[in-house]
């Protein structure tokens, strides 16, 4: 609420205003869309916000149904069906007192509709949202007419032909100006609050939420700012904490689902830290981060078809004739036979988190190693994060199946992962138990531990923990292979103005044909000022990156073609050497996922292109869960 433009425009404009939620059993149906604790998250955010708007001194009516001249009358879709534990609604709506947060439960469109035809105004945040939240939208200013206003106070472009041209300043301008605070003080403005049956626990009942995930952080205002105090006091140590996962749990801000929920605005996190925080190099690379959040919900406000589409028409069905419930439900269950990644669907699966690295690795071992369709492991994802971001989990997931057609692609070693991120096993012994006893230099291949060894440790590879489910080297260059053969296409395809605006470079058009003249292509003129585009990059996003390694760095010169070398990068690139702690190689901006794990950015990342990404600065599914 002390950052929420659309809250403070309509204290400012309005003699009564009634602060309103609505759940949306769309998103509570059998349909995949949410896990029960990240629903738990949300009620508890909600349930927060009526205790805060409870709080907060200002004018209330105790008028029963009525309120400013409005007449409110009793509606079922403002409460639980009859059919509910909780029992029928009243015939007469009561105001709360205090007035905290009116709860209604149905269409969220329905709703709205009855209080506008009653004479209300309706004035909420524009967002950035899927398809189904778009329909939801479109439906809503149909049914609302003129009483329906969006407000883009979120500091993304809107309605704008070329949405990221100049797009940087606009941000950084953003992130610098005053935060919308209520302004109770400054207004007169009566606050209503309508007395329903919904509640967060009627809504439990009516959809048998039990959550099970451990670890889950409280949804709360409260917990919300005691986390971004505590991550600012330690920040100093956060560029180290990032890539291992043992680390990150603890090591990263933990801000992500508050962020994405609302409980803070990217704003906020950004000015308490620059106030706050000591000046030093992880406060940068966080508040660099809270760009990238942007960066990613730019994109989807850009084009919402990120969640459904390939950006890039060449890479459209991708591996969809190659669909295998052996390898996704192995994949999904954490029993792939690499430990690395079943270390991390595990946690993923019983914690809701998990850190970006370990995104983007499971990630690009599900499309490029086992050949699955990029949407089937992003519609799991985002049904068991907590902090699940549309905009930025699929976003994420484009980028990491090699879905947009840039000239080079990361492919993640597994194996190499744990030499690098877990080499004593911390990670893989908390999540695969029955690997715990195993030598930690048998970890990278457990398959490879001699019989003996196993016996010892009374680990049987095929039986108690599975042998590899693919062929890692073979499954790898028959990705290179196709994808060599495609991104010439694809790189035409980046000159096509439509496909330009669905990729959202930060550089706009240019961006995408620097991008494709990467490739080699030259058709036409369209080459004229890739230079300049260029040039552009290293001012532009580029230059929020971290300083690349330093020239005494060993750089691994081994051939990126030879599957013996156990390399993490495209064919012809440029190897990222590894640096000391998490300062060498920073990834490009489309590597990054929101805060630090989602949804969250990463670095130090030896397995990322050296020229991945780099862009100038300048059937549904599912529906959007916010």
Known sequence: MEDQEAVSRAIADSDAI????????????????????????????????????????????????????????????????????????????????????TIGYGDPVDLLARFVDQGWNVVTMATPTSRYGQRRDERAREACG???????????????????????????????????????DDHDTVRVAIQTSVTPALVDRRFDIMPTKTKVPVGTHRAATTTLREFADRIRSYPGNISAPQDA?????????????????????????????????????????????????????????????????????????????????????????????????????????????????????????LHQPWWIGADWYHHHLIDSDVGINYTQWQSQAGLIG?????????????????????????????????????????????LAVQDECGVQIGETYPRPVVDFEARREQFWSRYERQRPVAARELRRQKIAKRASFSGGYNAARAIAAK?????????????????????????????????????????????????????????IPSGTGETAGEPSPDDRTAVEGQQQPDSGDDDTSAEADAEPTGQTRFGDFE
């Open 406 to 450: 840039k000239p080079s692609q990361r492919v993640y070693n597994p194996r190499k992962q744990v030499r690098d991120q877990d080499p004593d096993g911390e990670w893989i012994a908390e999540w695969i138990p029955e690997l715990a006893a195993l030598p930690s230099e048998f970890l990278d291949r457990p398959e490879k531990a001699p």
């Open 249 to 369: 749990r603890d090591g990263t801000s933990g801000l992500s689902p508050y962020l994405n929920f609302g409980l803070l605005s990217v704003r906020q996190a950004h000015q308490y830290v620059d106030e706050n925080a000591p000046s030093c190099r992880g406060a940068e690379m966080f508040e660099s981060r809270l760009v990238w959040n942007l960066h990613y919900n730019q994109k989807l406000v850009d084009w919402p078809g990120w969640t459904e589409k390939a950006v890039n028409p060449v890479f459209e069905g991708q591996n969809e004739d190659r669909h295998d419930d052996s390898l996704i439900t192995a994949w999904k269950q954490g029993r792939t036979g690499f430990p690395m990644v079943d270390a991390s669907m595990r946690c993923l699966r019983k914690t809701g988190w998990l850190n970006f690295r370990m995104r983007a690795m499971c990630a690009s071992f599900f499309t490029h190693i």
């Open 146 to 184: 003129d009483a329906m206003t969006f407000v883009s106070g979120d500091g993304l472009v809107r309605d704008a032909e070329w949405p990221r041209s100049d797009w940087q300043p606009q941000i950084t301008d953003w992130l610098a100006a005053s935060q919308h605070a209520p302004g109770w």
């Open 18 to 101: 009634c602060p309103l939620f609505v759940f949306d059993p769309s998103f509570y149906a059998d349909s995949g869309l949410a896990c029960d604790a990240r629903i738990q998250f949300l009620e508890e955010a909600v349930a927060s916000l009526d205790r805060l708007y409870a709080a907060t001194p200002a004018p209330a009516t105790h008028v029963s149904a009525t309120s400013g001249g409005h007449e409110l009358e009793a509606t079922t879709e403002s409460a639980m069906p009859a059919s509910d534990p909780g029992g029928t609604p009243p015939d007469t709506l009561q105001c709360a007192d205090p007035p905290g947060l």
């Open 519 to 575: 490739h080699g292509d030259s058709e036409d003129d369209a080459t004229k000022g890739t230079q300049v585009a260029l040039d552009e990059l290293s001012g532009g996003e580029a230059a929020n990156a971290d300083p690349p390694p330093s020239e005494s760095s060993t750089t691994d010169t081994r051939d990126p073609r030879d599957t013996s070398a156990d390399l993490d990068r495209s064919p012809g690139q440029t190897p």
